[in-house]
């Protein structure tokens, strides 16, 4: 089972390559793993998140809105990660 987190940082993740291809690659997954991911994200919040197209994606209003949330919450979970390493490593 894939949790909620993880389906939020393939969406950022997706977000920022503006490709699935691409994003699969970063991410070590495959691109219909990607595919998966995102369409099960749309299907939990009932909306379409990005507008696709051969030559990648794009945000739909959405998506901007929440790319922008959720973008901001998975680099503070980040920053709280490389927090502890650093103390742990004082």
Do not use: W
């Not at 995102?38 to 299907?43: N, S, T, V, Y």
């Not at 990648?56 to 490389?82: C, M, P, Q, R, W």
């Amino acid at each position: 089972m894939v949790s909620k987190l993880d389906l939020y940082k393939v969406f950022c993740k997706v977000g920022n390559c503006k490709s699935f291809s691409k994003a699969a690659k970063e991410l070590y997954m495959t691109q219909p793993a990607v595919s998966q991911s995102i369409m099960q994200l749309e299907k939990e919040l009932d909306t379409r998140l990005f507008n696709r197209t051969p030559k990648g994606v794009t945000f739909t209003d959405e998506g901007k809105l929440l790319f922008e949330y959720t973008h901001s919450a998975i680099n503070l979970i980040d920053v709280g990660e490389e927090k502890i390493l650093e103390f742990k490593n004082l």
